[in-house]
């Protein structure tokens, strides 16, 4: 094809990629560095983390409007010598039974600006709504879920300010229905606030989780030479 691609995006909110990757012999720190780069200035959010064990060595979440530019990024990434051990994909969203919240939580919901400053502890992991024999979150009727789902807020409001979640949908896109990400001051501040969800009915009876990704928040030159060691 010789015209322009058309970007992909969303009718509302931002395409959301969550990169996790390892650091290997042929990483180049100044070519990662420049694609991150480069993706800011096409107008994208990047995040950048360092992650801590075996997974992998550092997380890019990136968020904008068009898929293409997020492949993009990718791309890039890979280019400089960085090699993919995990990802997520999903979109932002506003909940169905968060319908009626203020526009400014509407809008942080949809168009997030992160990384939220103060809070350098960071988790990633997917999730589900169970579909089994007994519990079937998607057999309920509406009002039954949205009991359930108001509880839940009202759980995490007691987090609020302490934690910062963007929860991101991704049924239909990835192996999961949604992808939490959690920002805190203290990596304890992640830790209590997902024990106090599981007490939650809705997560306790049909909560499914992922794999945890879990890290600090820092510039892509400080978290390239904490994996690289230099
Ligand atoms: O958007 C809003 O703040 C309105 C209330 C609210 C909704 C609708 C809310 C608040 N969440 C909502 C939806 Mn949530 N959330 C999670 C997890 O680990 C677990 O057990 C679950 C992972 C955490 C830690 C968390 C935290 N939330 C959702 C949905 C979508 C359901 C759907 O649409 O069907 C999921 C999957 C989900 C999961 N939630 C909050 C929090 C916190 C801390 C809050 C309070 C936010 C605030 O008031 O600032």
């Not at 012999?25 to 420049?34: C, Q, R």
Request: glycine share 12%; with cysteine.
């Amino acid at each position: 094809m010789t015209t322009a691609r058309q970007p992909v995006a969303p009718t509302v909110g931002w395409g959301v990629l969550h990169l996790f990757w390892r650091v290997g012999p042929s990483t180049d720190a100044e070519a990662v560095t420049t694609a991150v780069k480069h993706a800011r200035e096409g107008g994208d959010q990047v995040v950048t983390a360092s992650l801590l064990g075996h997974k992998a060595d550092l997380g890019v979440m990136a968020l904008g409007p068009d898929l293409r530019r997020l492949r993009a990024l990718q791309t890039e990434l890979r280019r400089g010598g960085l090699e993919l051990a995990g990802s997520y994909v999903s979109l932002t969203e506003v909940s169905e039974y968060a319908e009626g919240i203020p526009e400014e939580m509407r809008r942080a919901r949809l168009y997030p600006e992160l990384p939220p400053p103060g809070k350098p502890a960071f988790c990633f992991y997917p999730m589900s709504k169970r579909r089994g024999p007994e519990r079937n979150w998607y057999a309920l009727d509406f009002e039954e879920r949205k009991e359930l789902m108001v509880g839940h807020g009202a759980v995490g409001r007691t987090f609020r300010g302490r934690v910062l979640q963007l929860v991101t949908g991704s049924t239909g896109l990835d192996d999961f229905e949604w992808g939490v990400t959690l920002f805190g001051e203290h990596p304890d501040d992640l830790k209590e606030c997902v024990y106090q969800m599981r007490f939650d009915p809705a997560s306790a009876h049909y909560g499914e989780f992922g794999p945890f990704w879990t890290g600090m928040v820092d510039d892509v030159e400080a978290v390239l030479a904490a994996a690289l060691g230099s």
